[in-house]
């Protein structure tokens, strides 16, 4: 008897109210006596449900807020930070077409003179990127003598408009297929868009050698070499398109809907049958740096062209 009124006792607080019960997780769930749910009562859930909603309306409110001034202060034509000491820089990197979008991550254009379906996908990649200079719309002829210099301090100026019959006439046209139909393809080789960029002439006898006989003051000269000793020995006869390369007048860039941008094209008349040949071409202004490493100012690429039959494909 004495241990059972001892134990009752033990359940007795000091200022005599009994101890309560420890709460199960199923009364967490559902009290019914204390008309709870989840440890809260309808109108406690109602209250911070209530908080709840005014706190992230205001807090989308300030975040649409932020972005809108922040918006305010971007140039929709001119990147916020481009130049010296930006991860765009000042060193234009140089592209290259055909380069298929099927197959982004190879450099390689290959092809069988005695397979016309070989070459359909380099033609309708061509295609597609002449297709952007159909439109002469907001463009301008230019002579000789004119130039985009205007374009960054007139916003009534317009771009000129880039010829394209230089390639016509060198048989590297959509009607030549690009030369892949006679086995001597031509390459679009182009540099990247970078916001007030021109190029800048070499000093007096600063020209370098590979490019001295058809380097052209204001222009961007290209220069296309085997990488290695075994490919500069089989890269054949090289023809650029214009000789002096991609025309500076065309310079500087601006972001314009109708902007032409300044290319060059590079034939290769004589590149071996069945023998893969990779190629490095380089564009040569003063303002150009070449980095092997980076391969900052030029770019690679392999050509093999096959002169066989093609295997038929197995039937289903």
Known sequence: MEK??????????????AKAEPETFRQFLYNKQKG????????SWCQITVFYIIFYIFLSAFFIG?????????????????????????????????????????????FNLQDSKSWEPYVKQLDGYFSRYNNINDTRECGAEDSNEALQTDPDSLPCRFDLGLFEKANCGAKDQYGFKSGKPCVVVSLNRLIGWRPVDYDGNS?????????????????????????KEHLGKVKYIPEAGIDGRYYPYVFLPS??????????????????????CRAYASNIEHDVSTRIGMVYFELFVEDKKPVAAPAA
């Open 4 to 17: 059972m009124r001892n134990g009752e006792e033990n359940k007795t607080l000091m200022n005599g109210e």
């Open 36 to 43: 709870t749910v989840l440890g809260r009562t309808g109108t």
């Open 66 to 110: 932020c972005l809108a001034i922040f918006l305010k202060t971007l140039d929709p034509k001119v990147p916020r930070f481009y130049g010296k000491g930006t991860i765009i820089g000042v060193n234009p990197g140089v592209g290259y077409q055909p380069w298929l979008k099927e197959n982004p991550d190879s450099t390689l254009i290959k």
């Open 207 to 231: 020209v370098p050698e590979e490019i001295k006989s058809r380097y052209k003051s204001g222009s961007i000269t290209i220069n296309c070499e085997g990488a290695t000793p075994f490919d």
């Open 259 to 280: 902007y032409q941008q300044p290319i060059a094209m590079v034939k290769f008349d004589t590149i071996p049958r069945n023998k893969l040949v990779i190629v490095e």
